[in-house]
């Protein structure tokens, strides 16, 4: 499916320029969604097939209406959910692998435990859902809002990740080989790069991540494994590595004010240290 312009997704971002407005708490923008589609009662929505064929009967420019349902370990494999709101619906272990999501809103959701699988995420808001050990691994969440979700121990391995990950907590997550990289190619735009403020990656696992561009301000990454990891011009200012792994770590041009060292292993190892700004204000073991 085409990603909708870049017009409109400039809009649920916040512009270059605005860090001090990001601190305070102010919320990324998010697009129209449209009006909702009148929906059957709730008791005739429990089954593939009835979900299924309610998605086919909405109308075009209407968003399907599957807020709050119990939809628990369904299988909407390969499913076509663009725009539908589930907002508050308990998703607990079921299967969205390779379904398109594209836009839908997840907004206190809980889907501990569910797949998403090479599922087309895009544009999709998952603002505080309980996405706990949920499987994105080779998903696409580009322009998604995952402001304070709960992914601990979620499984986001080989994931395209450009989204608003503020006070998000992935403590004990997957991030092996995930792309988490700003696109150097979109910058007339303003900056469109993931932003991990205040959020928790204690124990997280970014082993060879492209993180590049990323802001991680404000965030713990105490423990982690970032062996490998691309973190040039990425924004760390008062970020935590305490006793995280930065083996092979490039930071070249990246901002280190306040990040903390202290007890973290390959510091020796770590490149483009030399180039990095505020590297005087950083701390580091003796």
Not at 206 to 220: H, I, T
Request: aromatic content about 6%.
């Amino acid at each position: 499916m085409r990603r909708a312009p870049w017009s409109m997704l400039a809009l649920m971002w916040l512009p270059a320029g605005l860090g001090a407005q990001e601190m305070s708490g102010m919320p990324a923008m998010e697009t129209p969604r449209g009006t909702a589609a009148e929906r059957p009662p709730a008791e005739s929505l429990r089954t593939v097939d009835q979900v299924k064929g309610y998605l086919t009967r909405v109308r075009e420019g209407q968003i399907p209406d599957l807020s709050r349902l119990d939809l628990s370990g369904l299988d909407f494999r390969g499913v076509d959910f663009r725009k539908a709101d589930l907002s508050g619906a308990t998703l607990t272990g079921t299967h969205f692998d390779q379904a398109n999501l594209f836009s839908c809103d997840f907004t206190d959701a809980t889907a501990t435990g569910a797949t998403f699988t090479g599922a087309n995420l895009d544009v999709a808001t998952l603002r505080r859902a309980n996405l706990r050990q949920a499987n994105f691994r080779k998903a696409s969440l580009f322009a998604a809002i995952i402001e304070a979700a709960d992914l601990r121990e979620a499984d986001l391995r080989e994931t395209r990740i450009i989204g608003y990950l503020r006070k998000a907590n992935l403590a004990g997550a997957r991030l092996t080989d995930a792309n988490i990289g700003a696109d150097p190619g979109n910058q007339s735009m303003g900056v469109m790069r993931a932003q991990f403020l205040n959020a928790d990656l204690a124990g997280a696992d970014l082993a060879r991540a492209n993180l590049y561009k990323a802001d991680f301000s404000y965030a713990s990454l105490v423990g982690a494994n970032l062996t490998g990891a691309d973190l040039r011009n990425a924004d760390l200012v008062q970020t935590d590595f305490t006793r995280a792994d930065v083996t092979g770590v490039d930071l070249e041009n990246a901002d280190i004010e306040g990040a903390i060292f202290t007890g973290a292993r390959g510091v020796a190892t770590l490149k483009g240290l030399a180039q990095t700004r505020n590297r005087d204000l950083a701390r580091f073991d003796p």
